[in-house]
């Protein structure tokens, strides 16, 4: 049965592959698992038809059969669970995987999008200008650790994995920010990611999305 997952109607990233759905489309097309897509607006996330699907009002949601899926990961996870080619088979080395999983949205992430929130919703605040410098110390702090870790290793854990999908859309948050200019192998990490024939076919179908909205 061809999945069907949900996306924004209008991308708040405006096309550049940051929108949640952008996970989930690369990790169906790494697995070669086709998909339908529908696209949904902000009021229509509000109303119940959606609210059914996502408690939070926010994409993606994955429907397959009688199962439904909200929070990108969990989604990311149970597509590598179902088909070949994002956890390794053995044991140990998926378990690793997963962790890597894990690390990527709750240890690498938070930071990242509180920085963000900082800058674009509390901006006007008289606090702003003193918290922004400890956000971005946290942020350094992090990728300083994870630059150590991945060292001159490809991905993080031998072969490419469903870890490193979400870690590098976790880490291109980032691009632009100057954040990521001392980590040289962190910038290569995000450029081999992106450079997946996978990823290009799910950042074009993102992308699309954004052009026909705005033809």
């Not at 038809?49 to 899926?69: C, K």
Request: net charge neutral.
């Amino acid at each position: 049965m061809t999945p069907t997952i949900t996306a924004f109607a209008q991308s708040p990233d405006r096309g550049q592959g940051l929108a949640r759905d952008m996970r989930v489309r690369w990790a169906l097309e790494e697995v070669g698992q086709p998909y339908h897509t529908r696209l949904v607006s902000f009021d229509e996330m509000k109303r119940p038809a959606h609210l059914a699907l996502h408690p939070f009002r926010q994409i993606p949601t994955y429907e397959e059969g009688d199962l439904a899926l909200f929070e990108s990961g969990a989604i990311v996870l149970h597509i590598a669970g179902r088909h070949a080619g994002l956890l390794p088979e053995e044991a140990n080395a998926r378990a690793r995987a997963i962790m890597w999983i894990f690390a990527a949205l709750n240890t690498m992430e938070p930071p990242i999008v509180e920085h963000e929130q900082a800058r674009y919703h509390e901006h006007d605040k008289p606090w702003h200008r003193a918290r922004l410098p400890l956000l971005e110390k946290r942020i350094h702090g992090r990728l300083e650790q994870l630059s150590n870790r991945l060292g001159d290793a490809d991905w993080l854990d031998g072969a490419f994995s469903a870890g490193d999908l979400l870690m590098v859309t976790v880490l291109r948050r980032l691009e632009g920010s100057g954040m990521l200019d001392a980590f040289p192998n962190l910038c290569a990490y995000i450029a081999r990611g992106k450079a997946r024939p996978a990823y290009q076919r799910a950042f074009d179908a993102q992308r699309a999305v954004f052009t026909a909205s705005n033809g």
